[in-house]
């Protein structure tokens, strides 16, 4: 098992940054590719950014490209997503997931975090 825990989420005006943490522990983190999604109410879980084992390819959904940047630092079991120039439509509950082999289809994966909150301010 592999237990995940999200960190860093809150409210923040139209424009602004915020970092996601993300903290595994349980399994050899090093093994796992690791994902964000978010899921805004109403609406289905969207893909936002994965980092991959290994190598830490980074992939990135396209509402986020450009606007985001996802690193691990298996050291401290911990996968980040900086997130810039946020917008009112990056409101969403921010999932943490991992998975051996990572892409944007949910359903790769096996681990899941609780989510934090992310509000964005217009």
């Known amino acids: 098992q592999v237990q995940l825990v999200e960190s860093g989420g809150g409210l923040v005006q139209a424009g602004g940054s915020l970092r996601l943490s993300c903290a595994a522990s349980?399994?050899?983190?090093?093994?796992?590719?690791m994902g964000w999604f978010r899921q805004a109410p109403g609406k289905e879980r969207e893909f936002v950014s994965a980092?991959?084992?290994?190598?830490?390819?980074?992939l990135y959904g396209v509402a986020v490209k450009g606007r985001s940047l996802i690193s691990r630092d298996n050291a401290k079991n911990t996968v980040y997503l900086q997130m810039n120039s946020l917008r009112p439509e990056d409101t969403a509950v921010y999932y943490c997931?991992?998975?051996?082999?990572?892409?944007?289809?949910?359903?790769?994966?096996?681990?899941w975090g609780q989510g934090t909150q992310v509000t964005v301010s217009s």
């Open positions: 349980g399994r050899t983190f090093s093994d796992y590719g």
């Open positions: 980092i991959t084992r290994g190598t830490g390819s980074p």
């Open positions: 997931a991992a998975a051996p082999l990572v892409g944007p289809q949910a359903s790769l994966y096996d681990y």
